[in-house]
């Protein structure tokens, strides 16, 4: 059964509407929810947690709708955002006590093994923690009341390379014990190391839903300089952008073979900038 | 609800709520329109949820296995426990009053039991207003407040007229306890009834709203 299913999201607002948006996150794997800055993902993430009401569209976890279920699926369910600071002059220890008793399932001892993990002191309040601090804790509280689905909304924006990729190496330990993670992020190298999956969204219409090594081998990078194209070739670039060595367009790899230069594998922001390039020019 | 309402108390409760509580000791000042006490509870009210917007208190409370239809609640049982504070704090003060300074009030209803009856009107009347308006839309809390408190106003100043224009306030209600004792619980009866009609009809009319409303 698939940990959370999305059908046929919408949400219009009146200069963005979020269109038919499908997908369905299977357990235990990390899926990359990549996309520009107002593309999309947030929008989808808080219709998922009921923060926005969507105009149409079902949203199942494990199957249920969330008011089928008296909203317990809930219990199951941990979100994280780097944006969100919550009570930031309430002690950790507070608000800890506070979601506590909403969740049957806490484990206490799980939480201090965190709170000793994450070097996280529960005098503290939020504000006097840094970002990283703040979505470690964020991340000990999901964690504490044994969250199956970790719902990741930019959490490593903002932070250092070192506490990247600690917060990384904690994701990948999370999935190896069964967790399933939905990570939106634009920091796409982020899950060039994590991600068993990838959704891509773009002005609101989810143009990719497949597993990550797949989105890569589709598509292929050339570095060109736009008068050796003919038009046959200029049509097959899927977007292209300028550096300071001269050009780099995107195709798909069948078509790698119409063109004479090195066709090379891009990582995700490649793919990404190179797709939204073409979906401007 | 006991989990619901923990959180309020912790992580909501303003710090002037209790002292807004204390503040029915305005019943011992002489001639004072002693409806301004519940005025300032309505002020706590406010930065309860003012706060709770700086604090992302909506959003945190949605990340908790509970429904929008849960928050709502959540806030009406704290705001409801704290106006039950207040009217106990109230009649402790009345008490006080009585054994200092039993002289009757020119400036509005006596410290009496109908004080305590006129305060679920207030209540009732706060309830209607504020809750409905707020949930219609969490980010311009400040709009139900000024809405609310104009109407608390009015009725601040109906109730000092009615004390000297309406006969059955000036020569029943306005009067010292023991003084007509039934009709003053005849009215804290209709007053109380009243206040559960309200909060049910706000609660579910505020729930209604807040539904469609998006949390940004």
């Known amino acids: ?228 194209l003919d038009a046959e070739q200029h049509r097959r670039i899927l977007g292209a952008r300028r550096d300071k060595h001269g050009s780099t367009g995107l195709i798909r790899t069948e078509d790698a073979k119409c063109f004479a230069q090195q066709a090379e594998k891009p990582d995700l922001e490649q793919i990404m900038v190179h797709l939204e390039k073409g979906a401007e020019a | 609800m006991k989990a619901l309402l923990k959180k309020e108390l912790r992580l909501c409760l303003h710090p002037t709520a209790p002292m807004m509580i204390l503040l029915s000791a305005l019943t011992l000042i002489p001639n004072y329109p002693y409806g301004v006490a519940y005025f300032y509870l309505t002020l706590s009210v406010f930065f309860i949820c003012l706060t709770g917007r700086e604090n992302h208190d909506i959003v945190f409370s949605l990340t908790l296995p509970i429904g929008k239809r849960d928050v709502v609640r959540g806030r009406f049982a704290l705001v409801m426990l704290l106006e039950v504070c207040q009217l106990v704090c109230m009649v402790g003060f009345i008490l006080l009053h009585r054994a200092l300074s039993p002289l009757p009030n020119a400036a509005g209803m006596d410290a009496n039991l109908a004080l305590i009856a006129e305060g679920f009107l207030y209540y009732s009347v706060f309830h209607l207003i504020f809750f409905p308006t707020y949930y219609k839309n969490v980010s311009k809390v400040g709009t139900a407040f000024v809405l609310s408190s104009a109407v608390i106003f009015l009725l601040v100043v109906a109730d000092v007229v009615s004390t000297y224009a309406i006969p059955f306030f000036r020569d029943v209600l306005d009067t010292p306890d023991p003084d007509h004792m039934g009709a003053k619980l005849g009215f804290l009866a209709a007053s109380f009834c009243v206040y559960l009609i309200s909060a049910f009809v706000s609660l579910r009319l505020s729930q209604k709203r807040f539904q469609r409303l998006d949390i940004r």
């Open chain 1, 1 to 228: 059964m698939d940990v959370l299913s999305v059908e046929k999201l919408v949400k219009q607002y009146p200069a963005f509407r979020l269109n038919e948006v499908s997908f369905s996150l299977p357990e235990g794997q990390i899926t990359g929810f990549i996309g520009r800055n107002g593309a999309g993902k947030t929008t989808t993430l808080h219709s998922i947690l009921g923060l926005l009401a969507p105009d149409s569209g079902e949203i199942r976890f494990w199957g249920k709708r969330l008011s089928d279920d008296g909203y317990k699926a809930k219990q199951r369910v941990g979100f994280v955002s780097s944006g969100m600071s919550y009570y930031s002059k309430s002690r950790l220890r507070t608000i800890t006590g506070v979601t506590r008793a909403f969740f049957p399932a806490w484990d206490d001892a799980l939480y201090r093994t965190y709170l000793n993990l994450f070097s996280l002191d529960e005098s503290k309040t939020p504000e006097a923690l840094s970002n990283g601090m703040k979505i470690k804790y964020m991340l000990a509280l999901a964690l504490s009341h044994n969250a199956d689905l970790l719902i990741l909304d930019e959490p490593t924006s903002g932070l250092d390379p070192v506490s990247r990729e600690e917060l990384l190496e904690i994701f990948l330990d999370l999935k190896e014990r069964g967790k399933t993670i939905l990570f939106s992020t634009h920091v796409t190298s982020d899950l060039d190391k994590t991600a068993d999956h990838i959704l891509y969204i773009s002005g609101g219409s989810l143009l990719a839903d497949r597993p990550a090594e797949a989105f890569l081998e589709d598509y292929r990078l050339i570095r060109f300089s736009p008068q050796d």
